[in-house]
């Protein structure tokens, strides 16, 4: 599928569709996002429900009180996310021009009001699972004013205030960079906003509800985990087979190379923070790996490469074998081809993927680029992430090393696997909860979980945090493994159980679990009750319970009930 893109949708066009997406997902759990504004934002809520229920989430968008930040942000606290539009210049009525006469002490007095209020904000929401904060703006009644004035003054001090004291699970929207990239006169409209406090468009709402719409979706697993490229014409301008490695321009060497060459940085970056970059192209191999010899001005280099796929069977089948060596989903997979054809094959044959076309104006390809990079965005940054590089080309050392056993067993002993358990790690919660994002296919009950939620399970003291680390002799494979037990003397129920695709296939599930239900009895806890929720993806560990020892309570279509009695295990 290509990116979604609403800005040529009518508002009442999104109105319907949206209603129909509603009705289709009314049996899924629902995901609430409340608005919380001292403004009119009423527009927001379908059009963000839209946009998030296209993603197959349940999203029901709700508004709290006008201008109630404050006393709504207690009554909103469980929501799944908040969002917060705190106007600045409805902070007092028309603030953005009576602030220009008032005297220092009147200023002060605001900003020290207003500190108070964003502090009972923050303490109130401290423990709602994602809070998105837009920061105080001057840009659209300060565009034209060339000094800095008391109203730019109230603005900053309340933007650093909130970058020195923002809670973890906040995160900070610059709207300013909206209103740079759709323009103030489309942004606003001020007529509605002096006679009815509704200060942004329709347009503006589209354009704000694509550029957080990647945070909610990472909260709930939905980011891109590969980007695959084409190369002639997409990493390089030219024909490999037909202008030979010296003819194609893919640096700033050549007036036509900077175009590639910026590409290939804005690449390295998204590998860097954890994307997978691979290559899908007809060619080659040969040629292709020449290039990395004879051309060192290429800045995308061999090794910033996990997989390629280089031949001349259809791009789609391609991706199909990329997503399988992956160990991961083809709709995780982001594919850039110069060709109109193969968009099209591959859009019509895996609809899940999304497509980029790589523009005819090359000067804006650069700007697709820097465009789609949410597409991989991360709540939270973990070692995993910046290692993932390297755990890649190990894995490729493991499947070189596969070949030289004629059983699995021989091939498992000889990787000389180790296991590190930890419970309840408070400097883990970042990874436990990255690894709810993003894992699907060996995840028992796909529950999906902020790093505030998991603090606040651990801090509870009714769970116990299960984290797995493996390691081989080729190397570091990371924190890999996820339970998470609730404890009700003398029973516990395994919330969730998940391994990462990298380390399937090597039985270490079955230490994992021998490992929990170990832990448990030592505990004293004689049940435990666990859970099988199907999903898409998740096929394969239909009956991980029932080959572990534990009786089938009742099953459905959908779910499939536990338990295990320590006191005959």
């Not at 985990?225 to 490999?240: E, H, S, Y």
């Not at 650069?366 to 965005?377: A, P, V």
């Not at 990462?500 to 435990?528: W, Y």
């Amino acid at each position: 599928m290509k990116s979604l893109e609403i800005k040529n949708l009518k508002y009442t066009e999104i109105l319907s569709k949206n209603k129909l997406l509603g009705e289709s997902l009314s049996q899924s759990p629902t995901y609430t996002i409340s608005l919380l504004s001292n403004i009119i934002t009423s527009q927001l809520n379908n059009i963000l429900e839209f946009i998030i229920r296209t993603q197959d989430i349940n999203a029901q968008a709700i508004s709290g009180d006008y201008d109630n930040i404050v006393q709504n942000s207690q009554t909103h606290n469980s929501s799944n996310v908040v969002i917060i539009f705190w106007e600045l210049a409805n902070l007092i009525d028309g603030l953005q021009y009576k602030c220009l006469t008032m005297t220092p002490n009147e200023i002060e007095s605001i900003i020290e009001k207003v500190k108070k209020e964003i502090d009972f904000v923050f303490h109130a929401l401290s423990k709602t699972p994602l809070v998105i904060f837009n920061q105080f703006s001057t840009l659209i009644f300060n565009k034209a004013i060339l000094k800095s004035n008391q109203f730019d003054d109230i603005c900053n001090h309340l933007n650093q205030y909130v970058e020195q004291n923002i809670p973890r699970n906040f995160f900070v929207v610059s709207i300013d960079k909206l209103l740079a990239k759709l323009s103030i006169e489309k942004s606003i409209d001020l007529r509605y906003y002096y006679s009815s406090k509704s200060l942004y468009s329709i347009d503006f709402f589209k354009c704000y509800a694509q550029f957080i719409a990647p945070i909610i979706l990472a909260a709930n697993g939905k980011s891109k985990k590969a980007i695959v490229l084409d190369c002639d014409n997409t990493l390089w301008q030219g024909t490999l087979g037909e202008d030979g490695l010296d003819g194609i321009a893919l640096s700033s060497n050549d007036k036509h190379g900077v175009y590639f060459e910026e590409v290939h940085y804005l690449i390295k970056t998204l590998s860097k923070d954890g994307a997978m970059v691979c290559l899908c192209s007809k060619n080659n191999e040969s040629d292709l790996d020449e290039i990395w010899e004879r051309r060192t001005d290429f800045a995308l280099k061999e090794t910033d490469i996990v997989a390629k796929k280089v031949n001349w069977q259809s791009k789609d089948k391609n991706l199909l074998e990329l997503a399988e060596d992956l160990n991961i989903g083809v709709d995780s997979l982001v594919f850039i081809d110069d060709s109109a054809f193969e968009i099209s094959c591959v859009e019509n044959n895996l609809p899940e993927v999304t497509t980029l076309q790589v523009p005819k104006l090359l000067h804006a390809y650069s700007g697709l680029i820097r465009d789609k990079m949410s597409l991989f965005f991360a709540l939270s940054k973990t070692s995993e992430d910046r290692k993932r590089l390297e755990m890649y080309h190990h894995e490729v050392q493991r499947k070189n090393e596969k070949k030289n056993f004629d059983s699995i067993d021989e091939y498992l002993a000889s990787l000389e696997i180790k296991t590190s358990i930890y419970i309840n790690q408070v400097e883990h919660l970042a990874r436990a909860s990255q690894l709810t994002q993003k894992t699907n296919q060996f995840n028992l009950t796909t529950k999906r979980y902020t790093e505030i939620e998991i603090r606040e399970l651990l801090e509870g003291g009714r769970h116990r945090i299960y984290v797995l680390d493996v390691s081989d002799k080729f190397g570091d494979y990371g924190l890999t493994g996820l339970a998470i037990v609730k404890i009700n003397y003398p029973e516990s129920e395994i919330d969730t159980l998940l391994l990462s695709c990298r380390v399937l296939g090597r039985n270490i599930e079955v230490i994992f679990i021998d490992f929990i239900i170990n832990d448990l009895k030592e505990l004293g806890i004689n049940l435990i009750f666990a859970n099988y929720y199907k999903t898409p993806k998740n096929a394969q560990v239909a009956s991980f319970y029932e080959k572990n020892g534990f009786d089938i309570l009742f099953s459905t279509d959908s779910q499939t009930k536990y338990c295990l009695s320590l006191d005959l295990h």
